[in-house]
Antibody
Framework: EEQLLESGGGLVQPGRSLRLSCAAS????????MTWVRQAPGKGLEWVSG????????YYADSVKGRFTISRDNAKNTLYLQMNDLRAEDTALYYC????????????????WGQGTLVTVSS | QSALTQPRSMSGSPGQSVTISCTGT?????????ASWYQHHPGKAPKLVIY???KRPSGVPDRFSGSKSGNTASLTISGLQAEDEADYYC?????????FGGGTKLIVL
């Protein structure tokens, strides 16, 4: 059974950094594009960043471009999100999600999601 | 990268049908047959209910159906049931990004 388990969230001061991880199991991780989606308190879902199955192609929302970096380690079946220069508006529950289709460059259909890890940016 | 436009809330009685709209542009919803829909109950992970405009993942009841006309995708839920009460989000491929709608809160009266 496919499973995604996020970790690394917490309380952080504005301007500081945090790295999120997403451990995958139950599927061939290296053949699927992966994505980070967030939900701020009381708000809707927001696509944050996506990475191709190989890791060669990376995509970012304008709101995080230049501050966040997505990466993956296919040997460890793990997805990462390095978040720098955090702002109050980055406060959200961060989900990792698996693409439905294999061997895509950017995931756009998400068939499995983790339970999320909460990031709170506050002084 | 503007969010897709959905009604903030809709309601219906058990057994009725509701259709939730999702309006984008000719660069996203209108350009590709890649619109998808997610059901999200608070405290749980979002669940895929429709993808590629009209396709239903295995295990999703056929009460859920999708369509598209121009720049607007739609999700129709027929035979409403109490457990359908949730937030629904549309989503579209947009070449180098992915866009979500603002979400629609569906209330089953």
């Amino acid at each position: 059974e496919e499973q995604l388990l996020e970790s690394g969230g917490g309380l952080v001061q504005p301007g500081r950094s945090l790295r999120l991880s997403c451990a995958a199991s139950g599927f061939t991780f290296s053949t699927y594009a992966m994505t980070w989606v967030r939900q701020a308190p009381g708000k809707g879902l927001e696509w944050v960043s996506g990475i191709s199955y190989s890791g060669d192609n990376r995509y970012y929302a304008d709101s995080v471009k230049g501050r966040f970096t997505i990466s993956r380690d296919n040997a460890k079946n793990t997805l990462y999100l390095q978040m720098n220069d955090l702002r109050a508006e980055d406060t959200a529950l961060y989900y990792c999600a698996k693409d439905l289709r294999s061997f895509t460059l950017i995931g756009d259909v998400f068939d499995y999601w983790g339970q999320g890890t909460l990031v709170t940016v506050s002084s | 990268q503007s969010a897709l436009t959905q009604p903030r809330s809709m309601s219906g009685s058990p057994g009725q049908s509701v259709t939730i709209s999702c309006t984008g542009t000719s660069s996203d919803v209108g350009a590709y047959n890649y619109a998808s829909w997610y059901q999200h109950h608070p405290g749980k992970a979002p669940k895929l209910v429709i993808y590629d405009v009209t396709k239903r993942p295995s295990g999703v009841p056929d009460r859920f159906s999708g369509s598209k006309s121009g720049n607007t995708a739609s999700l129709t839920i027929s035979g409403l049931q109490a457990e359908d009460e949730a937030d629904y989000y549309c989503c579209s491929y947009a070449t180098t990004s992915v866009l979500f709608g603002g979400g629609t809160k569906l209330i089953v009266l």
